[in-house]
């Protein structure tokens, strides 16, 4: 268990491109990206990011939107943390500034479901409710089921959810967040949007 | 937020076959697989199963090992949750008896990473610890990484790890335990195994 009290956030995720040609499509997906804010590592089932929020979530949704502009059905899912103990504070690139790196704004419909998993908190499930209903609040909250949340819409309108969202469910007393986003796009199954 | 303090367990989860015939494979996973000792509800993004823990993850590597045989990569990736307040006690399919349905043996190679989430346990850090070290004991670790721990070998002992692992890491003072795992099997990036 490798984490950190430090501000760093990372993201652990898997993209699958059910395609034929699945590695062309992760390959071009990273290489239009500007990866150079975060730290990446790539193991043989996920790839891990690491660094400020901003860059951490900028460097994220620039990966799905590269891979869905193939037109294919894409499928990203991932785990977004930060403030766990035991980090290893080697990783980190937090000395980069605020301005985003990929500002490509093309909109991309997602489907997507979230959970959070406030750690060591005894309200958590308080926290976890003010953000479903933050979600709702900006339109992007799409229905409730067991274990997770689905959040729709354009692509830059979701991830500034999850961003805010991630935001908003830690805190100094307690620092140690998870969230865990699945997102589709371009599927059969999203009827026509 | 449904969840809830039955025994019952559920894994919400989806299944990405990195082929063109994506939705053949997925549909022909599910129809191989014996799902009638378990509630399942499928959605545009993932599905969910639910009901007794012996029965879920006997249904969930069931799909995972009919869809690898095909030869194609196929990823999995999804989270077991059970315990959860706020759970509605409707879907459940307690009244199962304890005999799994589905018992193919075929060995399968897969690489996997998972990270356990004891919720409102200020303890939890020990019980991931303890986790980990018995996927050593088990010969089933592959390496540790940030927020995750990697975890490999035959499907079967794969499995029979995380479902001791998932019973291990919760009891009656802190029932709301989630486990993230993601699977890869097939992949081109295993080296050959």
């Known amino acids: 268990m490798e984490c950190g009290f430090s501000p760093i956030v990372g993201f652990r995720f898997s993209l699958h491109p059910m395609a ?94 979230f959970a959070l998993y406030p750690m060591n908190n005894p309200s958590y499930m308080d926290m976890i409710y003010r953000e479903v209903d933050r979600a709702k609040e900006h339109g992007v909250f799409n229905e409730s089921m067991h274990y997770a949340s689905g959040i729709h819409g354009d692509i830059h309108d979701v991830f500034n959810f999850y961003e805010e969202a991630f935001s908003n469910a830690r805190s100094e007393e307690y620092k140690h967040l998870v969230m865990t986003v699945s997102m589709s796009m371009n599927s059969p199954s999203h009827g026509g949007r």
């Open 20 to 113: 034929d040609d699945f590695v062309a499509i992760i390959k071009g997906a990273l290489e239009e990206t500007d990866t150079s804010a975060v730290w990446m590592h790539t193991d043989d089932v996920s790839t891990v990011i690491r660094g400020k929020q901003v860059h951490v979530f900028n460097v994220a949704k620039a990966i799905a939107l590269n891979a869905a502009k193939t037109g294919k059905h894409i499928a990203l899912s991932g785990t977004f943390s930060a403030g766990c103990p035991g980090d290893s504070a080697g990783d980190v690139y937090l000395d980069m500034g605020d301005a985003v790196l990929n500002n490509d704004h093309t909109r991309q419909y997602v489907s997507s479901q």
